[in-house]
């Protein structure tokens, strides 16, 4: 059974830092691994979306990278800002194209 | 593009009623469709998964008879909570599917609160 974890659970940093976020999964057959953002109270935006054939995606100051074989990702984000705030979410498409999800990192950028 | 959408975005009902919650794709048409329910401060959950024209499959766990799942087109998807109870409050989100090269994207709607009393 995939299951997916996501470390560190909540993150603090001042702005301007930059940060990575790391989620791992257990079994790496996968198709797809997908990293969204939440805010409170709100539905979930896709932010990047790595094939299982690929080894990153990028996207303005977000970059995704995928270790299929050792089952890890990470989203690393430059020079964060206050509007990055929210909970990071990373998924894992493994079959029948269902998405499996990491318990999020809560991140907290500081002015 | 591939925008979806989520009626309504919050319901207040009363324990034993129950109420229907809309997902649509706006722009695409969309085969498959999912649902997911979200507790607070926690992760979301797969549900179920609906296929237009066919019966939704459902997660182990999840009562098929509770949580009726219908996908009557191509751009909308029903949620309806029968006989809620308290303890259906939650988030529910659905999304949908679009193919994106060799792999499958899904886009997600902003998500229901519903709350039973």
Not at chain 1, 5 to 18: D, F, H, R
Not at chain 1, 45 to 62: D, P
Not at chain 2, 42 to 47: D, G, K, R
Not at chain 2, 87 to 106: K, N
Request: hydrophobic share 35%; net charge neutral.
């Amino acid at each position: 059974k995939q299951e997916v974890t996501q470390i560190p659970a909540a993150l603090s940093v001042p702005e301007g830092e930059n940060l990575v976020l790391n989620c791992s999964f257990t079994d790496s057959a996968i198709y797809n691994l997908q990293w969204f953002r939440q805010d409170p109270g709100k539905g979930l935006t896709s932010l990047l979306l790595i094939q299982s054939s690929q080894r990153e995606q990028t996207s303005g100051r977000l970059n995704a990278s995928l270790d299929k074989s050792s089952g890890r990702s990470t989203l690393y984000i430059a020079a964060s800002q206050p509007g990055d705030s929210a909970t990071y979410l990373c998924a894992v498409d493994g079959s029948s194209y269902k998405l499996i999800f990491g318990s999020g990192t809560r991140l907290l950028v500081r002015p | 593009g591939a925008v979806v959408s989520q009626h309504p975005s919050r319901v207040i009902c009363k324990s034993g009623t129950s109420v229907k919650i809309e997902c649509r794709s706006l722009d695409f048409q969309a085969t498959t469709m999912f649902w997911y329910r979200q507790f607070p401060k926690q992760s979301l959950m797969l549900m179920a998964t609906s296929n237009e024209g066919s019966k939704a499959t459902y997660e182990q766990g999840v009562e098929k008879d509770k949580f009726l799942i219908n996908h009557a087109s191509l751009t909308l998807s029903t949620l309806t909570v029968t006989s809620a109870h308290p303890e259906d409050s939650s988030f529910y989100i659905c999304s949908a599917s679009l193919p994106s090269g060799a792999t499958y994207e899904q886009y997600f709607g902003p998500g229901t609160r519903l709350t039973v009393t």
